[in-house]
């Protein structure tokens, strides 16, 4: 017979598994028309967990954009599924995915993309601004002091440095303060020496927020520096590894 402090402990749970931040499954995706179709994505499942970051890499058309596209909801898979923190967003409304997007993930290019009638500041502000936030233009001002850019807010697009757009660019995909970041070529219009301090900021916010990063570049030593390097060819994943540092 159990005594009865055995009987009175109480069940062990064990706690429950952290889902990923993406998980992709199977995913095909075919971008055109016609005979101009083209298959870019062929069954990709890819696994990120929270706080990681994954370097994309492969050769020009290999599909690392794309991959990196429908990752963020702005591609939609032919077949497959996107969860997202839980969230499959390969079931979502176009104005649901538009809402989750902009809550959940920032995104930068390697075309900076800013709007060249508002300043820094405004370019900052508007995904604060589209979700309804009240301290729209307190948190962007904020955002891009931590960019280093706090006395350009007044500053125009053209009156900037490619660097510096960039750097804004940054605070606003990272201004809702998104779980997850994608970059697509964040360097690729930068000199090495600026695109080496794009890249140091990049990965201190990141650390610092605990976001979780996909990176497409085609700078291996970039790449490095994450977690995981994934690598693309014709549409499939072909090899996952850790870092040479930490081989």
């Keep these: 017979m159990l005594s009865p402090l055995l009987q009175d402990k109480p069940e062990r749970l064990e706690p429950a598994a952290?889902?990923?931040?993406?998980?992709?499954?199977?995913?095909?995706?075919?971008?055109?028309?016609?005979?101009?179709?083209?298959?870019?994505?062929?069954?990709?499942?890819l696994s990120v967990a929270q706080g990681e970051a994954i370097g994309l890499v492969g050769p020009s058309g290999s599909g690392k954009s794309t991959l990196l596209m429908t990752a963020a909801g702005l591609e939609r898979p032919d077949s497959g599924s996107v969860t997202i923190a839980g969230e499959e967003i390969t079931r979502?409304?176009?104005?649901?995915?538009?809402?989750?997007?902009?809550?959940?993930?920032?995104?930068?290019?390697?075309?900076?993309?800013?709007?060249?009638?508002?300043?820094?500041?405004?370019?900052?502000?508007?995904?604060?601004e589209l979700a309804g936030d009240r301290e729209a233009f307190d948190k962007a001002a904020a955002?891009?002091?931590?960019?280093?850019?706090?006395?350009?807010?007044?500053?125009?697009?053209?009156?900037?440095?490619?660097?510096?757009?960039q750097r804004v660019a940054l605070a606003r995909a990272l201004s809702p303060r998104p779980a997850i970041l994608v970059a697509d070529e964040p360097t690729g219009n930068?000199?090495?020496?600026?695109?080496?301090?794009?890249?140091?900021?990049?990965?201190?916010?990141?650390?610092?927020?605990?976001?979780t990063l996909l990176l497409v570049t085609h700078d291996l030593g970039l790449a490095e520096r994450c977690d995981r390097i994934?690598?693309?060819?014709?549409?499939?994943?072909?090899?996952?590894?850790?870092?040479?540092?930490?081989e």
């Design 18 to 45: 952290t889902p990923p931040a993406i998980a992709m499954r199977d995913v095909d995706l075919s971008l055109g028309e016609g005979a101009s179709r083209v298959h870019i994505l062929r069954g990709v499942s």
């Design 92 to 128: 979502l409304s176009e104005d649901r995915l538009a809402q989750f997007r902009g809550r959940r993930i920032g995104i930068v290019f390697q075309a900076f993309h800013l709007i060249p009638t508002m300043t820094a500041l405004e370019n900052v502000a508007v995904p604060l």
């Design 143 to 165: 955002e891009l002091a931590s960019v280093g850019l706090g006395q350009r807010l007044d500053h125009y697009p053209g009156q900037l440095s490619g660097g510096e757009q």
């Design 190 to 211: 930068l000199d090495e020496g600026t695109g080496r301090e794009i890249v140091d900021l990049l990965f201190a916010l990141k650390r610092d927020r605990g976001t």
């Design 230 to 246: 994934v690598r693309l060819k014709a549409g499939k994943i072909v090899e996952e590894r850790a870092p040479a540092l930490a």
